[in-house]
């Protein structure tokens, strides 16, 4: 299937030059290294959340750089996962959800993605210099052409991305990254997503059903 088939309507917000240049030398790294998450996954946060339902991104750092863990979909784990990453473990208590595949976020219209769409193996952000110049594209993109959209910024990587989005146009909130929590053995707090239910009843009259 063609790229542009299966991300659908994102492909509008996609810089075409950009993506070529990255996707030709991923696919390089992906014969000589192991690459997380498989490569017909790269993009699936695009395919699961339809562009016309999308009110809310999550933005997360990088895949899990574990085999068999990273599907896509940022944070999320398969069902046939044993143990639950510890970075998910405190996303599902802090939002009281026990979705671990996060799909069904997905399917209420929230993009989860990651600022680095891939990772080498046992290298937590090896490919985050590879992937800014797509992702910061597309958070312009994005956040010019659609707004009232609301940005979950988990941990400082995403939250560099925070000048590259129209705060004029959408809402920003800001939180920790799931793994600082996880490495001080803490909870951390619901805010996140208890703000953004408010925010998507006062100007939609929805929520997300976490």
């Not at 690459?35 to 895949?63: M, T, W």
């Not at 010019?144 to 920003?172: C, H, R």
Request: net charge positive; hydrophobic share 35%.
């Amino acid at each position: 299937m063609l790229l542009s088939n299966y991300v659908g309507k994102w492909w509008n917000l996609f810089d075409l030059n950009i993506l070529n240049n990255t996707l030709n030398y991923l696919g390089q790294l992906y014969q000589i290294k192991n690459i997380f998450p498989k490569q017909s996954d790269v993009f699936r946060a695009f395919h699961e959340c339809n562009y016309d339902d999308c009110k809310v991104v999550i933005l997360g750092q990088d895949p899990y750089p574990q085999k068999n863990i990273a599907n896509g979909i940022a944070f999320s784990n398969n069902l046939d996962n044993k143990n639950t990453s510890s970075s998910l473990n405190i996303i599902l208590k802090a939002s009281n959800s026990n979705d671990k595949t996060l799909l069904s976020w997905c399917k209420q219209g929230v993009l989860m993605i990651n600022t680095a769409l891939s990772v080498e193996e046992g290298k937590p952000s090896s490919h985050s210099l590879l992937w800014r110049p797509f992702m910061t594209s597309f958070i312009k993109n994005l956040s010019e052409w659609e707004t009232g959209m609301i940005y979950l910024l988990f941990g400082n990587t995403a939250q560099s991305f925070e000048p590259f989005i129209n705060k004029d146009l959408n809402y920003v909130l800001k939180e920790k990254h799931p793994s600082y929590y996880a490495r001080l053995n803490h909870d951390m707090p619901g805010t996140v997503f208890t703000e953004t239910n408010k925010l998507l009843k006062l100007k939609y009259n929805q929520t997300i059903k976490w």
